[in-house]
């Protein structure tokens, strides 16, 4: 059948020309990603995981990991890292992480209630851990009444926006391992972070001594999909079990696997985080000069914190969609996606610059 062909009695229920800021989750498909699935359809493939495309996948990964990365893919971020963890930990098993990390306020408790891991988290300034802040957590081994810290988890950028350096991670992998523990990144915006940093994914993973990753896409320009990498197979096993018992198998993979194809084997990846990221600075630069806006947090990759007053915000929110990051104290965040243009930046500032002259 030709596609050009093909007739659908769906309908278009939104307007395109609507734009957000709330998550770069909102953002539609690449044309490329689109592309790519279309062109893996057709014919018949090996379902979960046997055909062409993911096997084809692992030479992808290994190019930008090293030789020794097993990828598999998955549905979604919180999938991801319910696998990841658990292919670290035993059932008394405890993962240290940072106060605002994904795992620990975003996932409705899936690490606890579906995998049985325990997170011992620990506040942090600026969203990043340090050896001596997983040292709040790191004791208690051979204590039966307490879960074993076994395992250490970054975000990759972090959820406050900031990014880890490879020596950071390094020093964190290095301690960790010292102490018997495993080292997992929460990727979801890994591509962001490579962009900023300007430096290959390998240098601040694999390199650094990380053990095994959750490798964002969805984010990023892909439909769905996420990917968890072995990066360290000697230290952590059995991942193809443990994605099959998370309900995370897919079993038309083809259409996961090329999408990270597409993503990854050009340079599709750093042109959209690298806009996304160009996108955030151009708001930071605008709403500096607003009176009564201040951006609170260091905008290294694609989101903007900022304060201003709530009423301000409440009325703004009427107009473009985000979210307050603390109810308590106002701030927001503000995220630029793949597909956010320089016009959008400029009628969004425009927009805050109108409300605030009404406060």
Partial sequence: MNAADVHTDAVRHHDPAVRGFASDNYAGVHPEILAAIALANGGHQVAYGEDDYTAHLQDVFRRHFGEKAEAFPVFNGTGANVVAL???LPRWGAVVAAETAHINVDECGAPEKVAGIKIHTVPTPDGKLTPELIDRQAWGWDDEHRAQPLAVSLTQSTELGTLYTADEIKAICDHAHEHGMLVHVDGSRLANAAASLDRPF???????GVDILSFGGTKNGLLLGEVVVVLNP???RNLKYLRKMSMQLASKMRFVSVQFEALLSGDLWLRNAGHANAMAKRLETAVRGIEGVTVVRPVQA?????LLPREVSERLQKRYRFYFWDEHTGEVRWMAAFDTTEADIDAFATAIAEEMGRA
């Fill in 302 to 306: 694609n989101a903007v914190f900022a």
């Fill in 86 to 88: 658990q292919a670290l």
């Fill in 202 to 208: 390998r240098e601040f993973t694999t390199d650094a």
């Fill in 234 to 236: 000697e230290r952590v």
